[in-house]
């Protein structure tokens, strides 16, 4: 495949690309949606033509090609396989600086995908229930497990599992769905960002900033059938840390931590707030997370 390369003076310099240039050192996913035909992908040869101007390592791919939708359907690990394929050294010395064009076609019913993503931007922080989720929504099952997978893969959610090391046959089994921005989270299920923090819109931003401390792999949820519950549970190594969120600190209750602490043999907890008095050093605000 050969990229269109087109001399960066050759195009008007839009208000939006000094917008998206503010995240190209960061870890962010940036998504360009907009009207067919407006010139986004222009904009994102623009910006690879750029980054190779600068020395980056570049690929782009256009979904209008098939091939790559079937390579992206089957998840990251195929998409590595591929970049492998294509000369890549993975992992690799520096960051590779990957444009996706045509994202819709990962969906073959747009309207179908945006009515699942606004229903579970609803849901975020709460147990996923896939068939409950498909007679809600009206989409059949096989379709809602698709798109999740999809969604999940192109980090737009995250199925949290439970964590459990013994006592399994409390636990629930259900994952929990939490979405990785907390402001995409909003737009789509508010239409638009609040000026005062929501409940679980906290929950998932904290959520978010547990997954870029300490990865996508140690963060689990624990609830019992009788309804014992705590939002977080951290595994790090050998050890596991218990965190309720609450918007105040005044709302925590012991009762589930104290359990958890019995039977999984720990002391230690936290309480993540943004209000209310900090009692000892347990209670903690999310930056200090």
Request: charged share 30%.
């Amino acid at each position: 495949m050969v990229a269109m390369n087109m001399p960066t003076s050759a195009i008007y310099k839009r208000t939006i690309i000094e917008e998206i240039t503010r995240y190209l050192r960061t870890d962010d996913v940036v998504v360009l949606h907009g009207a067919r035909q407006v010139g986004k992908t222009s904009i994102l040869y623009y910006l690879q033509n750029l980054l190779r101007e600068k020395g980056e390592t570049t690929y782009y791919i256009d979904l209008e090609d098939s091939r790559f939708v079937r390579t992206l359907d089957q998840g990251a690990g195929e998409f590595i396989k591929l970049l492998r394929e294509e000369g890549f050294k993975i992992p690799a010395a520096k960051k590779i600086y990957v444009f996706i064009d045509e994202i819709h076609y990962l969906a073959k019913d747009i309207d179908k995908f945006n009515k699942l993503l606004e229903a579970l931007a609803s849901q975020s922080g709460q147990l996923l229930n896939i068939s409950e989720l498909s007679n809600t929504t009206r989409i059949a099952k096989q379709t809602v497990e698709k798109y999740l997978f999809t969604m999940e893969q192109t980090y737009i959610i995250k199925l949290v599992r439970p964590f459990s090391r013994n006592l399994r046959s409390e636990l629930f089994k259900l994952p929990r769905i939490y979405f990785y921005d907390p402001g995409l989270m909003q737009m789509l299920w508010l239409k638009g960002l609040q000026k005062e923090v929501v409940g679980n819109v906290f929950e998932t931003a904290v959520f978010s900033e547990l997954i870029k401390k300490y990865g996508q792999e140690s963060v689990f949820y624990w609830r019992t059938k009788d309804k014992k519950e705590i939002d977080f549970i951290l595994r790090i190594k050998n050890e596991v840390l218990p965190l309720e969120v609450k918007l105040n600190f005044e709302q925590f209750s012991r009762t589930a931590i104290d359990y958890f602490c019995r039977h999984y043999e720990t002391s230690k907890y936290k309480i993540v707030g943004l209000n209310g008095q900090q009692k000892n050093d347990a209670y903690i605000y999310p930056w200090d997370l």
